[in-house]
């Protein structure tokens, strides 16, 4: 590839002073390395850098056009991690393909050195492991660049197929630096509030939110309790609770829907399921089990709930579906996810918060579509700067991939840039994202170049896998003398 795609090293150099221009390349910029070494000193560059392919269960692709070979010596290394194969075709007049088979952990090696200098279309491709599992391709270059009598040397790259969102990280002479290529996704906006409204011009992107006001405790000694539930949103929506996969009827007085719910011995779920009339829709999921002894704890949990009734007639602020917030007899100030949540977005997006879920920061988890130029779809995660325990699950549905290419990406706050992140496709087509963090996420699709082969990769892939499939049983039947 280049040395911009290249680079690693050894401590014997006396290579210093290294500067990298533009220091915020873009793709498509021109990238210029120079330092200073000893006279006439040849230098060893390498760099890396990690893609997400394309994803089409059970095969996975990725595709690089007009990939500029640096004078020889040069290494060209690619290494797939949850595959089960890994195939590296270059097209040199003709295409010729390079494979490997992946070792028990699902990590396949393809090496070649000393590739003829000059540009090439590369296709990666091969089958998945684990489909539950991103797909990571790392791809290495290395060359060898000299310094003037001087001891000056300099570099240039022009990054037209390496991602935006994309790390490279690069050791020239033994000196790491790492060079971000920027998206061309604007800044976001700023932060999504909790209290952000639509207006008539706006359509509503954001579920309704639900919260239980009782009951609060999870496990009872009467088989019939009270509940009170709050619902709110900006456009009109519509109701539905179910236990145990009945559904009940409730009073509504303004946003709150109150009932009684008989409880059978055991474990009963508790639905409540709120949708908006934008087709954004909020599903929470409680558990309440009942124990037939009588104790003095019954009549605590029907004072606690007649407490939280009164307080809420009172108009005291409702609280968050989370038990350190949500429960008036518990002391504890961790923010912790009170049962299994679903929220819709539109028809496109579901996002599924498990029990247990602990956050890092103060409020209740939130997602909403926002626009964002230059992608597919955007969506901001509240609360702001949270983490999350346990990893959230992001569905994105967004139709086969075919003939198209996927970039997940994440806003990282710190660095101001956006940043490529893994994903996975499952068996219904849906992106699935495993977000541990709040803050923008985005979707920015592309159409494969219509200049190039117009045949789908993964078709191409599949022949690929196919013929080295059949390559290794006819050497096999070859070895037992059977053809």
Same mark, same amino acid.
């Given at each position: #590839?280049?040395?911009?795609? &290249? &680079?690693?090293? =050894? ?42 392919? #394309? ?36 097209? #040199? ?10 070792? =028990? ?31 990571? &391709? ?17 570099? =240039? *790259? ?17 000196? =790491? ?59 009109? *929506? ?48 409680? *558990? ?18 007649? /407490?939280?009734? /009164? ?129 923008? *996420?985005?979707?920015k699709e592309t159409s494969i170049s219509e200049n190039k082969d117009n045949n789908s990769i993964f078709s191409e892939i599949t022949m690929i896998v196919k013929i080295v499939i059949g390559a290794i049983i006819t050497l096999i039947k070859s070895k037992l003398n059977l053809i």
């Amino acid at each position: #590839m280049s040395c911009l795609i &290249l &680079l690693l090293i =050894s401590s014997v150099y006396a290579v210093s002073d290294i500067q990298i221009t533009p220091s915020n390349p873009k793709v498509g910029d021109t990238i210029t390395i120079t330092g200073t070494a000893n006279p006439n000193e040849a230098i060893t560059c390498q760099a890396w850098f990690e893609v997400n392919p #394309m994803v089409s269960d059970p095969y996975y692709g990725y595709l690089m056009y007009n990939v500029d070979i640096p004078t020889t010596p040069n290494t060209f290394k690619v290494v797939g991690e949850n595959v089960n194969d890994l195939s590296v075709s270059v097209k #040199m007049g003709i295409w010729v393909t390079k494979s490997a088979t992946a070792n =028990s952990d699902g990590i396949a090696v393809v090496s070649q050195s000393n590739v003829p200098v000059g540009t090439y279309d590369i296709k990666i491709g091969g089958t998945i492991k684990d489909s539950s599992k991103p797909v990571k &391709l790392k791809i290495i270059a290395s060359t060898i660049i000299k310094a003037d009598e001087n001891g000056n040397f300099e570099y =240039s *790259y022009k990054a037209n197929n390496i991602p935006g969102g994309t790390t490279i990280h690069l050791n020239i002479g033994g000196i =790491s630096k790492d060079v971000l290529i920027e998206a061309d996704i604007p800044t976001p906006p700023p932060t999504v509030t909790d209290n952000t409204t639509t207006t008539n011009e706006v359509l509503d992107k954001e579920p309704p939110k639900i919260t239980i006001l009782s009951p609060t405790k999870r496990e009872l000694n009467n088989s019939k309790v009270n509940f009170d539930i709050v619902v709110e949103d900006e456009s009109s *929506y519509s109701v539905d609770i179910y236990l145990n996969g009945n559904k009940i009827n409730y009073d509504k007085i303004n946003n709150h829907y109150t009932g009684n719910l008989i409880l059978k011995e055991g474990e009963n779920t508790l639905k409540i399921i709120a949708e908006d009339n934008c087709s954004n829709k909020n599903e929470k999921i409680i *558990y309440l089990t009942y124990k037939l002894e009588t104790t003095s704890e019954e009549l605590e949990n029907s004072a606690v709930t007649t /407490t939280v009734n /009164t307080a809420t007639n009172n108009n005291e602020n409702p609280v968050n579906d989370v038990v350190g917030n949500n429960n008036p007899n518990d002391n504890s100030k961790e923010n912790i996810i009170e049962g299994t949540i679903i929220k819709h977005i539109g028809e496109n997006a579901m996002l599924i918060i498990q029990h247990g879920t602990k956050i890092t920061k103060e409020g209740e988890i939130q997602i909403k579509e926002i626009p964002l130029p230059n992608t597919t779809l955007a969506y901001y995660i509240a609360p702001k700067d949270a983490e999350f325990s346990i990893p959230l699950t992001l569905k994105i549905n967004m139709g086969a991939p075919e003939n198209k290419e996927l970039k997940i990406l994440y806003y990282d706050d710190k660095s101001k840039s956006w940043k490529n992140i893994p994903y996975t496709i499952d068996e219904e087509n849906n992106i699935v994202l495993k977000v541990s963090r709040s803050g923008y *996420y985005a979707i920015k699709e592309t159409s494969i170049s219509e200049n190039k082969d117009n045949n789908s990769i993964f078709s191409e892939i599949t022949m690929i896998v196919k013929i080295v499939i059949g390559a290794i049983i006819t050497l096999i039947k070859s070895k037992l003398n059977l053809i």
